[in-house]
């Protein structure tokens, strides 16, 4: 019998023992990915120790001071700044305008499963397959559009629609419309089935039992989640102007380009100030809706 | 009123919850409906208020087979079915008023659904209602503040807001006081004979059963295995329903019989 | 309804609270002129995208990219490059860890010299001082590596050290070590003090009491944020090439500038697929770890 330290055996509720290989497998295979990641990242760490790499970072460093606080570039910064917000907004709300309604087709409970639906689907099979096939496309979408990254988006809509804000917000738009959708479809997922079962029974239709009994239970969390990915917004949008999405993004690029490292360390304080501003905004504004007595 | 004809309800092709049964109710009629847990009854309760249908078998209501009904036609007849559900079923952080006029939203286009939202479009009606089970100045109270008996006060007020012809509860005193069950029965049964409203009551208690239904039914495993008038039901009847039952002992069971208490004017209860 | 039954005399029905009321109109006000400020200063234009110009523009664009240029060379050095992002993300995730488990005790201010570890102490108070500055200090520094954009990280490693994955993906771990370290923080912050107290009263030093009583709580939350971070970090890793570090990113810079949209949709089907994959393995150890 080995002794139990090497098969780290688990013993069943019932009393039987299993084995378990999963950490040692799980070491062998981190420590391989580990091995390989450091030869495919082409990692050498002595090169951030070498005279030129230290003199290059030294440049870096030593350029930012003073930073650039001249008129004339804050000046400049006026119209990015604002512009940046505007992109956030129009952009989360692109995103609710469209996540919100494919949450609802990509939540089961409302789409094909459960109560809510069994009597509509019962004895016709193309129904039932029609109302399956909406909610897997509705899954599909959700997820091509968060996955591919906001930037990708943002210079796809660039090279399609032209320079400026207005791409920016369709890229954050599309692809935070699939974050929400997601996370929108979870919490509708979870939410109490009882009031609903008692809406239907009074024979009230779907529109309407959304409305009175899923909306009050999720609004909470639908609204939190939302504000905070306006905060991951604003940050994003910061930084789309890099493929020329508008904002300060553009800006940073230029005096990136332009080795003005004054000029960055100001824009990138800017951001801080902004980000910070975002953050606390938000998060007022959540301890207000969540503690609100509402309704 | 109802005319339930060999209505079976089998869930994933094995469970058989309700099998082959059988059954009349007429309109106006009291009825309880009791039975060990797993009896089956809260599946025949589903398919009476038409949340889920019957696997086979022919189900009526008012002469409309509600097997061919759909949509709009489906919901209409919802509305004239009332449910006070155990659970009570409430939106917990809605005012009181909202949750007793959802039992309109049957009725209300989406319109007025929403509008009621921002300024409740029938107060009146819902402070009435809540006039007669006990608790009219909880108007505005958030539900969630109300005790467990009130909240199912409030469900009540709710159906009756809803005005249905046949009034259902699915065990509406199992999660309430023992003490305030009795009140909660009889104003189902008092509000019942009012607007002389069907009623079909499925309880876990039988002496509130016995107490106060005229017509009682035994169910299990999903089979009536008897039908008969309060009066008319014996101990032996009850130990053959709780048979091996884990709720109650047979002998706890079979010695209710005698303690049937007659049906006298009682005070009634508005706490 | 007739009346039937109360007891008592027919009540007036009590005042309800109005929804209508001021502060919620101006705040309704408020959000409608914060969409329309955003709706004009980003120049949206909701006609011209339903059916107008832009979704001529984009339609037309997206039909460019296919179909995707799948000849064996490229397939085979999009493999090369995705596994390269891979890695970047990877070792990215690892080096923000230790970066983040560096700083985190000492940008906490129930490690550093507030709560019950502390308030037994009165003397020394230059040792407070002390406390008290490099928890600052090491506050401050998280914020520093993660407000700066990982983008402008991988500008500036890039600069110093050349092109390639290398300064992508120490540029990862610097900034998700920055934020890895501000959420670590929160999970310290917010550790159960009753097995703490308990430790601190049979007279354990303070260094004991991290590994016997602090650590055990905090780590599998740390690991489910590293493996919730890692599925930022690869979406991250993607675009980090566009500066210069390497991978899918580099690639799809090229592409882009030489207009070679078949091979763009190919990179693009790419970073679906690493993204989605490295999305269900962190599911999966979030399982299994946590």
Redesign the interface.
């Known amino acids: 019998m080995p002794p139990d330290s090497l098969t780290f055996t688990k013993t069943n509720w019932n009393g039987t023992r299993r084995s378990s290989y999963f950490p040692v497998i799980f070491s062998v295979l981190f420590l391989l990915t580990f091995v390989g990641s450091y030869r495919l990242a082409q990692v050498q760490p002595l090169l951030l120790f070498e005279a030129e790499g230290r003199r290059n970072i030294w440049k870096f460093v030593a350029g930012m001071f003073p930073p650039d606080l001249s008129w004339d570039f804050l000046r400049l910064l006026g119209r990015p700044i604002l512009e940046t917000i505007q992109i956030s907004l129009m952009g989360t709300f692109m995103a609710v305008a469209i996540g919100f309604p494919l949450g609802l087709l990509a939540t089961s409970s409302l789409t094909f499963k459960g109560i809510l639906n069994e009597r509509e689907i019962a004895g016709s099979r193309p129904r039932a397959l029609f109302h399956k096939a909406s909610y897997l496309l509705a899954r599909a979408v959700l997820s091509l559009f968060r996955t591919i990254p906001e930037f990708v988006w943002a210079f796809m809509f660039v090279r399609a629609v032209g320079l400026g804000p207005f791409p920016g917000v369709l890229a954050i738009g599309i692809s935070y419309a699939g974050m929400l959708g997601k996370v929108y479809s979870e919490i509708l997922e979870h939410v109490n089935p009882g009031p609903l079962e008692a809406l239907q029974a009074t024979g009230a239709s779907k529109p309407t039992i959304v409305l009175y009994g899923l909306m009050p239970q999720a609004l909470p969390n639908v609204v939190s989640y939302t504000l905070y990915r306006w905060e991951c917004a604003v940050r994003a949008s910061a930084i789309l102007g890099f493929v020329g999405a508008g904002g300060i993004g553009q800006q940073l690029e230029i005096s990136m380009r332009m080795f003005n490292f004054n000029q960055v360390f100001t824009l990138v304080a800017i951001l801080f100030v902004m980000v910070a501003g975002v953050d606390a905004l938000s998060a007022r504004a959540r301890g207000a809706i969540m503690g609100r007595q509402r309704i | 009123m109802y005319k339930l004809d060999r209505v079976s309800k089998v869930f994933d092709g094995r469970i058989v919850a309700v099998d082959e049964l059988d059954l009349k109710v007429r309109r106006g009629e009291k009825l309880a409906l009791i039975g060990p847990s797993g009896a089956g009854k809260t599946t025949l309760f589903r398919m009476l208020n038409l949340t889920i249908p019957p696997t086979s078998g022919t189900l009526l209501f008012d002469g409309l087979d509600i097997g061919r009904l759909y949509g709009r036609r489906l919901r209409e007849v919802r509305r004239r079915i009332g449910t006070v559900y155990q659970q009570h079923n409430l939106v917990p952080r809605f005012q009181v008023v909202h949750n007793v006029l959802s039992g309109k939203l049957g009725a209300w286009p989406l319109w007025r659904a929403v509008r009621s939202l921002i300024r409740p479009a029938e107060a009146d009606l819902a402070f009435e209602a809540l006039s007669q089970v006990g608790i009219p100045e909880k108007l505005y109270d958030r539900t969630e503040t109300l005790s467990g008996g009130q909240q199912q006060r409030v469900a009540i007020a709710r159906t009756l807001v809803q005005n249905p012809e046949v009034i259902l509860a699915d065990e509406p005193v199992s999660s309430v006081d023992p003490a305030l069950a009795a009140g909660i029965v009889k104003l189902l049964i008092e509000l019942s004979e009012t607007y002389r409203k069907t009623l079909i009551m499925n309880l876990h208690s039988v002496d509130l059963a016995l107490a106060y239904f005229p017509r009682v039914i035994g169910l299990r495993d999903g089979k009536i295995l008897f039908d008969l008038p309060a009066a008319e039901v014996t101990d032996e009847h009850l130990a053959t329903l709780y048979a091996g039952s884990q709720t109650e002992t047979t002998e706890e069971v079979t010695g209710r019989a005698e303690l049937r208490p007659v049906r006298a004017c009682q005070p009634h209860l508005t706490s | 309804?007739p009346?039937?039954?109360?007891?008592?005399a027919?009540?007036a029905?009590?005042?309800?609270?109005?929804?209508?009321n001021a502060s919620n109109i101006m705040i309704l006000a408020g959000f409608f002129a914060?969409?329309v400020?955003?709706?004009i200063?980003?120049?949206?234009?909701l006609r011209s995208l339903l059916g107008g110009e832009?979704a001529v523009?984009?339609w037309?664009?997206?039909k460019n990219l296919f179909p995707p240029d799948l000849s064996r060379d490229f397939l085979l050095k999009t493999g090369h490059w995705t596994?390269?992002t891979?890695?970047?993300s990877?070792?990215g995730t690892?080096l923000a860890v230790l970066i983040a488990l560096a700083l985190v005790f000492f940008s906490s201010r129930n490690l550093m010299f507030a709560g019950l570890l502390f308030e037994m102490e009165r003397s020394r108070p230059w040792l407070r001082v002390l406390r008290t500055g490099l928890y600052l200090f090491a506050k401050s520094t998280l914020?520093v590596l993660r407000?700066?954009?990982h983008?402008?990280w991988a500008?500036?490693l890039v600069?110093?050290?050349?092109l390639?994955?290398?300064p992508?993906?120490?540029a990862l771990g610097i900034h998700t070590g920055g934020v890895l370290g501000r959420l670590f923080g929160e999970v310290v912050e917010n550790v159960e003090t009753q097995p703490i107290e308990a430790l601190q009263a049979t007279g354990a030093s303070r260094l004991q009491i991290l590994f016997y009583g602090i650590l055990p709580q905090v780590l599998p939350e740390f690991v489910a944020y590293t493996l919730y971070r890692w599925e930022v970090n690869i979406?991250?890793a993607?675009?980090l090439g566009?500066?210069g570090a390497?991978g899918l990113g580099q690639q799809?810079q090229i592409a882009?500038s030489l207009f070679l949209e078949h091979r763009l949709l190919t990179l693009?089907i790419a970073?679906?697929v690493i993204?989605?994959l490295v999305?269900y393995l962190s599911a999966y150890l979030r399982s299994?770890l946590v």
Not at chain 3, 3 to 8: A, P, R
Not at chain 3, 41 to 45: A, I, N, P, V
Not at chain 3, 159 to 162: I, K
């Open positions: 309804m009346n039937t039954g109360t007891q008592s027919r009540l029905p009590p005042k309800g609270r109005d929804l209508l914060l969409m400020w955003s709706y200063g980003t120049e949206f234009s832009s523009q984009i037309a664009y997206a596994l390269e891979f890695a970047m990877f070792l690892i914020n407000t700066v954009p983008l402008v500008l500036i600069f110093a050290v050349g390639g994955p290398f992508g993906m120490l979406r991250e993607v675009i566009y500066v390497g799809i882009i693009i970073i679906y993204v989605t999305d299994r």
